[in-house]
């Protein structure tokens, strides 16, 4: 071994037990542990584990077992209190356990029972945190120090992870002695402890004299020897020294103790990369992995991935860049005075080379290769929770496949696979089981459509776990936590919210207690801000109810009686409000905006042409707009009520056709006027062209408001323009670069300019004010070559082209009988100018 010496033996002349001290998740560990197995050949193997998972050793050799994976463990009472043991394809213990099965050698886990691990955590949980953790061999507890560390310092090195590197995961295998590297790593350990004695942590000291019972046992079982340890190296030290079997049982004696169940769950890199417990300081697990699986040639093996994945990613990498990169790394390491190139050095050189001096390839390269998106796999005979077997049935039969690396999946609701995609997905969200997280789709605003972010991670095997005690089938399970989440919710909204995802995870049996709940909440409920909050998901449930085919009599009848209750409510409380206040009650006014809109259209008649009711629920949610019309006029002519609520009050009726243009301009300039306090008027203002709802765009086309705004803030007084200016930059600010470009060209032809252009007979704004016949003629020409035209307009019966340009108001290009190109060109008496292309024919 570069950079210490030991005094290993032979394998011909082994020191039994024989102790490998490793590296946790280090390849450099695992081919020394393998060539030591090799040579030593042990009749048993003993393995830093949890003794209650050796039943599942068995399982690490069938061809359905692919690492990385991890032993977890959990307390049968509560499943939430977990301890996982990863292992990948590189992992020592991982090598030691295959090379075990495969020789037909006794293999057994030595470390402390997961029963006594689990009350360790459960009882530290309370000082230091949650109890789901990763176990490992490493120093942990009371441990002060990082023996890598002092090595590499002792050696002269300032980085732990180089030191490593240089001394085992760039040492080749070599022809030496396989057992020298161990005995090297026992004799620093040993300095290193008796350096830094008493740094042990207690639970340390606890699981080392349970693992020393535990060699002991396995020695007079094998007779003379024949005993190797694979373990971390902190603590070969103490497997190896002399103690008293009273002394390690007394530390032994009265641990607490919690049933434990064990199994194997699939884990990933790049969990590994995350720090603490068995993961710790392994931020390149894709890099160990391709140490390890290399046969020759790393670097020269890892840049060709690079390239492979910066060319995946159209960048132009050609294979002169690969092998000058292979160069510069070389180079790097030789001036380094390193053995071989190191991550450092092959990150240095595709920064360099491949990404011609950027960072931005390096982001892809560490997140792809580095640390990677692999997922490992578990056979289906592993033990499992009732739970968490239906969930493996389901992902098979709709061929949902977990993963490691994120993907959006696009489901289309009309298609049963996609639609018990769908179902699974919402029923594991009510459970906790956040596998996938819904986004906005893309090119579609369909309720049919759904697009779903989806991620497989190792922990939510332990919600699941969590999740069984609602039942043993995923649908179960979901109907019995969402009834008792209804019973249980603190508010309104979270009721709602519960009735959407019932419906969405197609759970009637729990729709019928969360409707119940419902009603009896929103009957008692008086606050009219939890009721709007409430209305939108509803209405939203309603919607999902109809492309799901599911019956939402009952809860349309429970949104109408809401909405109802909203409107009588609503002007009341939108009096006496601060600022914070207000602008939380115009959001609010905005959701009942929408959620009458959709309550109507699930009354409106269907398509076979159906009269709408004249009475009953239909005819009341059919009525719906004209009250909340009502409401909103009310409260557009309140002075009580706060400004941004009247300004939007008139914005929606506005929007909503109910009143003109000239009534809107009416009532911004009484809300403008001198009388009114900046303040109020500037709140107005964002009520009703802020809030993104498309007010920059109003501004823009009608500039009679555009000039009462600009009047009211020029004569705003000097002192309270401050006060507005925070209000009115809000606003503003939220428009789309644009649309406040053209407001400010708007605004710099002056206030003259827009007058002239507002009074009577001037014609649309922006436009002149007769037709200018020879430049509309001009497009002409433009049009017949879009029309793939030569010559005139002739009207051919078999499928040509006719038509003419009529500046008064009339004439067209027009297609023939046969469905040919059809089209028209119209420029009317008022100077609009309109046109229009169809009928691209057979």
């Known amino acids: 071994m570069t950079g210490i010496q030991g005094n290993g033996r032979s394998g011909e002349d082994v020191r039994w037990p024989l102790l490998l001290g490793v590296r946790h998740h280090g390849p450099g560990s695992a081919r020394a542990v393998r060539a030591a197995l090799e ?52 992992s020592p213990e991982w090598v030691a356990l295959r090379w075990a099965l495969e020789q037909g050698v006794p293999a057994r886990f030595i470390d402390l029972p997961a029963a006594h691990t689990l009350a360790w955590e459960g009882r530290a949980e309370a000082e230091d945190g949650p109890a789901v953790e990763e176990r490992s061999g490493t120093p942990g507890g009371a441990l002060r120090i990082d023996p890598l560390g002092a090595l590499a310092e002792a050696a002269g090195y300032d980085d732990a992870e180089r030191w490593w590197e240089d001394v085992v ?96 769950v699939p884990w990933t890199h790049r969990r590994l990369a995350r720090d603490g417990g068995y993961g710790a300081g392994i931020d390149s697990p894709g890099w160990y992995a391709h140490l390890f699986g290399a046969p020759d040639r790393p670097v020269e093996r890892w840049l060709a991935k690079v390239a492979g994945l910066l060319r995946a990613e159209d960048r132009i990498v050609s294979p002169a860049d690969v092998i000058e990169a292979v160069r510069l790394a070389e180079t790097l390491a030789a001036l380094r005075g390193r053995p071989l190139p190191g991550l450092g050095e092959t990150t240095d050189a595709v920064r360099a080379v491949l990404g011609d001096g950027s960072d931005v390839p390096l982001a892809l390269v560490r997140d792809r290769l580095v640390i990677g998106d692999v997922l490992g796999e578990v056979p289906p005979g592993a033990p499992a929770v009732p739970l968490q077997r239906d969930l493996d049935r389901a992902q098979r039969r709709l061929r949902l496949k977990p993963e490691a690396a994120e993907r959006e999946a696009e489901l289309d609701l009309r298609k049963d696979t996609d639609a018990g995609r769908s179902r699974l997905l919402h029923r594991l969200r009510l459970l906790g089981v956040a596998w996938g997280e819904p986004v906005a789709s893309r090119g579609s605003t369909g309720t049919f459509r759904e697009t779903w972010r989806l991620r497989w991670e190792p922990e939510l095997s332990v919600r699941v776990a969590e999740a069984g005690v609602w039942g043993t089938t995923v649908r179960a399970a979901a109907t019995a936590k969402a009834e008792a989440d209804a019973v249980c919710a603190r508010d309104l909204a979270e009721v709602t919210a519960l009735a959407e995802h019932c419906l969405a995870a197609a759970l009637p049996d729990a729709l019928t207690v969360v409707m119940r709940v419902l009603a009896d909440r929103a009957a008692l409920d008086t606050d009219v801000g939890r009721l709007a909050e409430a209305l939108p998901a509803l209405v939203r449930s309603l919607r999902y109810g109809d492309v799901r085919g599911t019956d939402t009599g009952a809860l349309a009848e429970v949104a109408t009686g809401l909405a109802e209750r909203i409107f009588v409510g609503l002007p009341p409380a939108c009096t006496g409000l601060d600022a914070d206040a207000a602008e939380e009650m115009r959001r609010h006014v905005d959701a009942v905006q929408g959620s009458v809109g959709l309550l109507e259209e699930t009354a409106a008649p269907g398509d076979d042409g159906t009269a709408p009711a004249t009475d009953g629920p239909l005819a009341r949610r059919g009525a719906l707009r004209a009250r909340w019309r009502a409401v909103l006029r009310a409260l557009s002519g309140r002075d009580r009520v706060a400004g941004v609520v009247r300004g939007r009050a008139v914005r929606l009726l ?91 060209e708007l605004v710099r032809r002056g206030p003259g300019e827009r007058a002239g252009a507002l009074r009577p007979g001037a014609g649309v704004p922006g436009f002149a004010a007769g037709l200018d016949e020879e430049r509309a003629g001009a497009v002409l020409p433009v049009v017949r070559l879009l029309l793939g035209l030569d010559g005139g307009f002739d009207s051919d019966p078999d499928g040509g082209s006719g038509g003419g340009f009529d500046p008064g108001g009339g004439g067209g290009l027009g297609g023939g009988s046969d469905g040919g190109l059809g089209g028209g060109f119209h420029t009317g008496a008022d100077g609009g100018m309109d046109g229009d292309l169809a009928g691209v024919g057979r």
């Open 39 to 90: 040579a030593a050949r042990p009749r048993t193997v003993l393995i830093e584990g949890p003794p209650e998972a050796d039943p599942l050793i068995p399982l690490a050799a069938g061809r359905d077992m692919r690492p990385p994976v991890a032993l977890l463990a959990h307390a049968v009472d509560e499943p939430g209190r977990s301890a996982f043991w990863p292992m990948a394809e590189f």
């Open 654 to 744: 506005l929007d909503d056709g109910a009143v003109g243009q000239e009534e809107a301009a009416r009532l911004m300039g009484l809300a403008l006027s001198p009388r009114t306090a900046p303040r109020d008027a500037a709140a107005w203002i964002e009520g009703f062209v802020g809030g993104g709802a498309g007010g920059g765009l109003l501004l823009v086309h009608d500039e009679r408001l555009l000039a009462l705004v600009d009047g009211w803030l020029t004569g705003v007084p000097a002192e309270a323009f401050t006060d507005v200016l925070p209000l009115l930059r809000r606003t503003f600010s939220a428009y789309e670069p644009g649309v406040r470009r053209t407001l400010g």
């Open 169 to 264: 995961e760039h040492r080749g295998a070599g022809g030496g002695d396989p057992l020298a590297p161990f005995a090297a790593v026992e004799e620093a350990m040993t300095a290193v402890r008796e350096t830094y004695e008493g740094t042990e942590g207690n639970r340390d000291l606890v699981r080392e004299a349970h693992m020393r019972l535990q060699v002991r046992s396995a020695q007079r079982e094998c007779g003379d020897g024949g005993v190797a340890v694979v373990c971390g190296a902190w603590h070969v030290p103490a497997l190896r020294r002399k103690a008293a079997v009273a002394d390690d049982r007394a530390l032994l004696k009265g641990l607490a103790k919690v049933r434990a169940e064990l199994t194997w």
